[in-house]
């Protein structure tokens, strides 16, 4: 019954280990991909660009661009190419 004891905690002693050793490497795998996901950040990763400054200082305000124009003069182009297509068509 001794022989069978030892081997129960010789066992059990070895199941320990590779259970704790696996936990470790896991965890190990796991802290590694989250500081691969955190270093992936872009705005952690670019050099820092200072704004465009006048020769004074004052920062430059660019005026935000408005496309409406432009999408209404395209419109009226395609409608018209339409138009010009539907009357040859006669």
Do not use: C, H
């Not at 955190?38 to 820092?48: F, H, W």
Request: charged fraction near 15%; avoid cysteine; proline fraction near 6%.
């Amino acid at each position: 019954m001794s022989l069978m004891d030892s081997w129960g905690e010789s066992l059990s002693g070895i199941t320990d280990s590779i259970f704790t050793g696996g936990e470790s490497l896991v965890n190990a795998w796991f802290d590694s991909e989250a500081e691969k996901v955190a270093s992936a950040a872009p705005e952690e990763n670019r050099p820092k660009q200072e704004q465009a400054q006048q020769p004074t200082g004052q920062p430059i305000a660019y005026a935000p661009i408005n496309n409406n124009m432009l999408m209404i003069g395209g419109g009226v182009v395609l409608l018209m190419m339409f138009m010009m297509l539907m009357m040859r068509g006669k």
